[in-house]
C-alpha cells in the first residue's frame, strides 16, 4: 500500500556523528524550502534534492558516494520514481558538505559505509523527489487556474485532461521553485514503481568509458604541485630525522615538508618527480615500541585468548557450558581469520589549498563530512571556513571512510605551501604499508551431538580484535565491541545466527595487538560465516548427515536464512549427482540486514583448485536496481574469493611485509568462476547488497573442498595448504 509522509521542519531526526576530527552534529532533514544558500540557483531548484533547468533537465542531488557499487543511480532512481520524471533527461551531482551544514543539513549522511547508502536514505529521498512533483502541479494548477487535484504528473510533464492543457517541468521550475510545499505526501508502492526497481543502466557507465570520468589521481588545478609521501613503516614509530639539503636541487623539487610526527613528503612540479627525490630523501626513523611485534607473537596472544576465562557475550541460550560437559560426544574445531588489506586500486589521495583565511579539498571520500573535520582540524581552521569537493571513488572498501589519514596529510602539506593547490597522492607501497587492516582473530568452536546426531550445544569462541575499541571507542557497550558478533546475534534487524541452538554460547576475549584495525568490506561477517558455516559441515559430517539435511533441522523457525539456502541448493541441483570430479558446498549469513547464501562447485586437479560454479541467493528486502544487485553480488565473490584464495599480511618487525600485489594478490579473470544471482526480496525491510555476500564465499568454496579431498582448510588463505 501507499505510505502518506506527514513533513515538518522538526519533525524528522536523524543523528548521526563524525568519527573525524571531533565533528558531532545532530541533523534533520527539512522538505520545507530552506533558505537558499549563497550561489545557489534561484529559479530552478525545486527543493534540495531536485534542480530543474528550462531545457527540461532533471539534476538529482545525491549525498552519498559513488564508488562503483551504483548507490548514486539507485538513489537518482528513487528520487525519480516520485518526481514522475523523464528518466532520460536526469544527470546527478554531489552537493558538498559544507553545504549541507549551511543548510541545516539539509541532505542527512553523508556516509557511505555498512551497505547503508539506499537502506538508509530511500525514505526522505523519496519524499524529496514527491515533495517536488507536488510542487510542479501545484504551480501548474496555479498557472491554469484549476485544482491541482485535476493535474497530474508524468514523464516530466503535468497535464489537465478536462482543458487538455500540458507543460512541461522546465517551463514550471521558476513558479514551482516559489510554491509552498505540502504538508505530507504519499509515496508509491513498490509494486507500481517504473523507473526505481528496474534494471536501467548506470548513469556514470558512459564517463567511465570514453575516459571522462575523474577521479583524484586524476585531478588537475591552475599551477598545482604534486606531493608524494613516506611515513614511518614501524607501527607506533615515527620520524627522528631527515636531510632535505641532500635532494633540494633535483628536478622540479620545491619543498621537502614534515607531515606531523611520522612522516616526511617532498613537493615537486610533477608526482614522478616527487616520488623519485623522496625515495632519494635520507631518513632516520625511530622505530617505536613494536619493533618485536610478529605474526607469531600475534597468533599466541590470540591462542591465549581462546582458553581465557574473562569474556564479552554476544549471544546466549540455555546452559552450554553444562550441556557440553554432560555431553557424550563433542566436536571441537580452530579457525583462523588473518590481517587483510583494503587494496583498492586509486590509492589514497587527496588534493588541498590552503591560505589563513580558507581551505578547500578535493578528495574521493565515503564520507565527505569526516573529510571535512579532518581538513578543518589539519587546517586549523572553522569548519565555516573550509569546503571539501567531493570526487568519485576509484574503490573504497571501508577505506576511505573513517579514515580520513590521507586528508589531514594533504592540508599539513598544503599548509606550508599556502595559496597552491597540491595533490597528495600515495605510491602502492605506501597504501599498502599504512592500511586500516581488516582484524585478525581466531575461534574455537565446540558442538554437542546426540545420538541421533542433533546439535544439543554450541560454545564458539573468539579471540582477537576490536574495530570499534581503536576507531570509535564511543560506540563500545560496557566494554564490548558488538561488531565483533555481526550475523551470530539472536535478535535485531542486522544480522541474526540462521540457527536454532537450545544451549548456545558466542563470546568475544578481546585481545588488541598494536597493528590498526579498520572496516574492511563486510567487516566481522566474513569470517563469521567462515567460522559457523564451515563448523556446520564439520558437525554433519561427525553426524553421518547431509550437510544440508543437518542444516534444515536447525533453521525451521529463520524462513528466510532457510529460503535463501533452498534457493541456492535447488539451482545447483544439490539433489543430484554433480559432473565426475566435481564437488559442491554451501554456506548462508544474515548481515548488513540482508539473507545470503552461496552453493560452489570445485574440482581439485594435481592439487590444483578449480572454482567451476558459483550461485548466490539474496533477499534484500527491497531491490532498486535488479541488474545492479547482481553486478554487487559477482562483484562481492571476486572479493570474497581473492581474501579466501590469497588475502594475507604478514607482521614482522613490527611492520607489514606485503608491499604490492606481487606478494599480496588478487583474483584474475582466469580465477572466477561463473557466478549465477539469484534475487528474491519478500519485502517489509531494507536489507543491504554491496557486503553481505561477500561472506558465504570462502565457506562455500572451503565446505566444497572438503568435499573433494577430505581436508578441513581451517586457516586463511588457500594459497598456504596443499590441496592434493
Keep these: 500500500m501507499n505510505a502518506i509522509i506527514s513533513i515538518s521542519r522538526r519533525s524528522f531526526i536523524i543523528g548521526v556523528a563524525s568519527t573525524a576530527g571531533g565533528l558531532s552534529l545532530g541533523f534533520n532533514v527539512p522538505f520545507i524550502k530552506p533558505a537558499l544558500a549563497e550561489g545557489a540557483e534561484t529559479t530552478s531548484e525545486i527543493n534540495a534534492w531536485v534542480v530543474i533547468r528550462p531545457d527540461d533537465t532533471v539534476v538529482i542531488r545525491i549525498a552519498r558516494s559513488e564508488m562503483g557499487q551504483g548507490t548514486l543511480t539507485g538513489l537518482a532512481q528513487l528520487v525519480a520514481e516520485e518526481l514522475n520524471c523523464d528518466w532520460s533527461k536526469v544527470t546527478t551531482e554531489y552537493p558538498s558538505p559544507a553545504q549541507n551544514l549551511a543548510r541545516d543539513r539539509v541532505w542527512g549522511n553523508f556516509s557511505t559505509g555498512g551497505s547503508r547508502g539506499i537502506r538508509e536514505s530511500h525514505e526522505y529521498v523519496r519524499i524529496g523527489g514527491a515533495v ?11 498557472e491554469w487556474g484549476v485544482p491541482a487535484s485535476e493535474c497530474t504528473a508524468r514523464m516530466g510533464m503535468v497535464t489537465h485532461a478536462a482543458s487538455d492543457r500540458a507543460t512541461f517541468y522546465g517551463q514550471l521550475a521558476a513558479a514551482a521553485a516559489r510554491m509552498t510545499p505540502p504538508a505530507n505526501v504519499t509515496l508509491k508502492d513498490p509494486k507500481d514503481w517504473t523507473i526505481a526497481g528496474k534494471p536501467l543502466p548506470r548513469l556514470d557507465t558512459a564517463d567511465k568509458l570514453n575516459g571522462s570520468q575523474v577521479y583524484g589521481v586524476d585531478l588537475k588545478l591552475p599551477n598545482m604541485l604534486n606531493a608524494a609521501i613516506r611515513a614511518c613503516p614501524y607501527f607506533g614509530g615515527k620520524v627522528e630525522s631527515f636531510d632535505a639539503a641532500a635532494v633540494a636541487a633535483m628536478p622540479g623539487v620545491r619543498t621537502v615538508v614534515q607531515v606531523d610526527e611520522t612522516a616526511v ?23 617505536g615500541p613494536n619493533r618485536q611485534v610478529t605474526s607469531a607473537s600475534i597468533a599466541a596472544m590470540l591462542e591465549e585468548g581462546l582458553g581465557a576465562n574473562d569474556a564479552f557475550i554476544g549471544a546466549v541460550q540455555g546452559d552450554a557450558g553444562a550441556a557440553l560437559s554432560a555431553a557424550g560426544r563433542t566436536v571441537t574445531a580452530t579457525y583462523a581469520f588473518p590481517y587483510q588489506n583494503h587494496a583498492t586500486m586509486e590509492p589514497m589521495n587527496a588534493t588541498a589549498r590552503y591560505t589563513p583565511e580558507r581551505c578547500e579539498v578535493w578528495v574521493p571520500t565515503q564520507n565527505g563530512e569526516a573529510s571535512l573535520a579532518a581538513a578543518a582540524e589539519a587546517a586549523g581552521l572553522p569548519v565555516q571556513q573550509c569546503e571539501v569537493h567531493k570526487i568519485h571513488l576509484g574503490g573504497g572498501f571501508g577505506r576511505r571512510g573513517n579514515f580520513q589519514d590521507y586528508v589531514r596529510q594533504a592540508v599539513s602539506i598544503a599548509r606550508q605551501v599556502p595559496g597552491t593547490p597540491v595533490k597528495l597522492m600515495w605510491s602502492r607501497e605506501e597504501d599498502m604499508l599504512h592500511g586500516a587492516y581488516h582484524p585478525t582473530t581466531r575461534c574455537r568452536l565446540t558442538g554437542a551431538l546426540d545420538a541421533d546426531g542433533n546439535l544439543t550445544a554450541l560454545h564458539m569462541r573468539i579471540s582477537g580484535q576490536s574495530i570499534l575499541a581503536a576507531v570509535r571507542p564511543e560506540a563500545m557497550q560496557n566494554g564490548m565491541d558488538p561488531v565483533v558478533f555481526q550475523g551470530l546475534v539472536l535478535s535485531g534487524t542486522e544480522g541474526t545466527l540462521g540457527y536454532t541452538v537450545d544451549n548456545l554460547l558466542v563470546d568475544h576475549a578481546m585481545r588488541n595487538p598494536p597493528i590498526p584495525p579498520g572496516f574492511w568490506r563486510g567487516v566481522n561477517l566474513n569470517q563469521n560465516a567462515l567460522y559457523v558455516e564451515c563448523f556446520m559441515d564439520e558437525l554433519a559430517h561427525a553426524a553421518g548427515v547431509d550437510p544440508l539435511a543437518f542444516r534444515r533441522k536447525l533453521m525451521a523457525k529463520h ?56 550461485v548466490a541467493a539474496t533477499d534484500p528486502g527491497h531491490v532498486v536496481n535488479p541488474a545492479q544487485v547482481e553486478r554487487q553480488v559477482e562483484g562481492s565473490f571476486v572479493y570474497g574469493l581473492s581474501a579466501c584464495i590469497y588475502g594475507e599480511c604478514t607482521v614482522n618487525g613490527g611492520r607489514m611485509e606485503q608491499e604490492n600485489f606481487d ?19 519478500s519485502g517489509g525491510f531494507w536489507g543491504g547488497v554491496g557486503e553481505p555476500t561477500i561472506a558465504v564465499a570462502a565457506p562455500a568454496v572451503l565446505n566444497a573442498i572438503f568435499a573433494a579431498t577430505g581436508k578441513r582448510i581451517r586457516t586463511m588463505p588457500l594459497k598456504n595448504h596443499d590441496l592434493a
Excluded at 579473470?669 to 526480496?681: G, R
Design 663 to 681: 606478494s599480496y594478490e588478487v583474483v584474475r579473470m582466469a580465477d572466477m568462476p561463473v557466478v549465477e544471482t539469484i534475487i528474491m526480496p
Design 132 to 142: 517536488a512533483r507536488e510542487m510542479l502541479i501545484a504551480a501548474a494548477a496555479a
Design 265 to 287: 613528503a617532498v613537493v615537486a612540479d610533477t608526482w614522478w618527480r616527487a616520488k623519485t627525490a623522496l625515495d632519494a630523501l635520507p631518513v632516520i626513523w625511530d622505530e
Design 559 to 614: 524462513p528466510k536464512h532457510l529460503a535463501v539456502l533452498e534457493a541456492v541448493a535447488e539451482r545447483i541441483g544439490w539433489d543430484t549427482p554433480p559432473a565426475a570430479g566435481v564437488h559442491r558446498g554451501l554456506a548462508q549469513i544474515m548481515g548488513f540486514g540482508s539473507y545470503v547464501a552461496a552453493a560452489a562447485e570445485v574440482s581439485i586437479i594435481d592439487g590444483q583448485l578449480r572454482i567451476h560454479r558459483i
